[in-house]
């Protein structure tokens, strides 16, 4: 598989919320391409499952 696949694979994972799957794929990805945009979905990822809001937690 090329790095376009397992970027597309990443998204189609994320696109059904297997989170873990998606990052795992996008790490291949940048493994075969360190400048494939799984690099960006990579970080938006970690992103969206490192949010806290403390807000929410202690209103």
Same mark, same amino acid.
């Given at each position: 598989?090329?790095?376009?696949?397992?970027?597309?694979?990443?998204?189609?994972?994320? !696109?059904?919320?297997?989170?873990?799957?998606?990052?795992?794929?996008?790490?291949?990805?940048?493994?075969?391409?360190?400048?494939?945009?799984?690099?960006?979905? !990579? !970080?938006?990822?970690?992103?969206?499952?490192? =949010? =806290?809001?403390?807000?929410?937690?202690?209103?």
């Amino acid at each position: 598989m090329t790095a376009e696949d397992y970027y597309n694979r990443g998204n189609e994972f994320r !696109k059904r919320g297997n989170w873990q799957e998606a990052l795992n794929n996008y790490l291949e990805a940048i493994a075969l391409d360190p400048d494939s945009p799984a690099a960006e979905a !990579k !970080k938006m990822v970690e992103n969206i499952l490192g =949010y =806290y809001c403390r807000d929410m937690y202690n209103p």
